[in-house]
T-cell receptor, first 114, second 115 residues
């Protein structure tokens, strides 16, 4: 099946630093989604990307849909302690029906030191 | 803000017992899903449900699993005879449009512990 590989697996940064994480796939995705999960909660959608090459921002977050449709990155600028959590990339399986079968990456664990 | 609600938040059960996890999706949503997350691992798709029937299911969703929308508001996941490896966080989600075309809203999850 389709797989998404995220890197890095974890990051330990100081408050105020910028963060960059990415997601790659061996197959094409037509949509890229970035979710954040905080402890004890469900994933929350941060940014959705629907077109190759698209660059979208949501406050301090910026994400891009790679031209090849096989990768995406998420940047967080000027990190703050509440950015702590696990960041997942996800995408609907291509080819078949997309009734909700999202494939998730393994996640990037972000720790922000004040 | 409307949200997906799940009950119970945590259930502990003995191996072999039946478990029902309940979800109330957002009221105007049409697509409903169950995902699970084993501790420390990624979120995995179980099943999607639309128009009162299963649209798609993963290989994890075997004969021990079933879903039901018994009334206009609830969406349930039943595990007939739980196994140790069913221990996980189970997330319900719903959306107005199919995933990939729109946003999936996730509930806070139900933690299942099988002893």
């Amino acid at each position: 099946g389709q797989q998404l590989n995220q890197s890095p697996q974890s990051m330990f940064i100081q408050e105020g630093e910028d963060v960059s994480m990415n997601c790659t796939s061996s197959s094409i995705f037509n949509t890229w989604l970035w979710y954040k999960q905080e402890p004890g909660e469900g994933p929350v959608l941060l940014i959705a990307l629907y077109k190759a090459g698209e660059l979208t921002s949501n406050g301090r977050l910026t994400a891009q849909f790679g031209i090849t449709r096989k990768d995406s990155f998420l940047n967080i600028s000027a990190s703050i302690p509440s950015d702590v959590g696990i960041y997942f990339c996800a995408g609907p399986n291509a080819g078949g029906t997309s009734y909700g079968k999202l494939t998730f990456g393994q996640g990037t664990i972000l720790t922000v030191h004040p | 803000e409307p949200e997906v609600t799940q009950t119970p938040s945590h259930q502990v059960t003995q191996m072999g017992q039946e478990v029902i996890l309940r979800c109330v999706p957002i009221s105007n949503h049409l697509y409903f899903y169950w995902y699970r997350q084993i501790l420390g691992q990624k979120v995995e798709f179980l099943v999607s449900f639309y128009n009162n029937e299963i649209s798609e299911k993963s290989e994890i969703f075997d004969d021990q699993f079933s879903v039901e929308r018994p009334d206009g508001s609830n969406f349930t996941l039943k595990i007939r005879s739980t196994k140790l490896e069913d221990s996980a966080m189970y997330f319900c989600a719903s959306s107005v449009e199919p995933a990939g075309a729109g946003e999936l809203f996730f509930g806070e999850g139900s933690r299942l512990t099988v002893l």
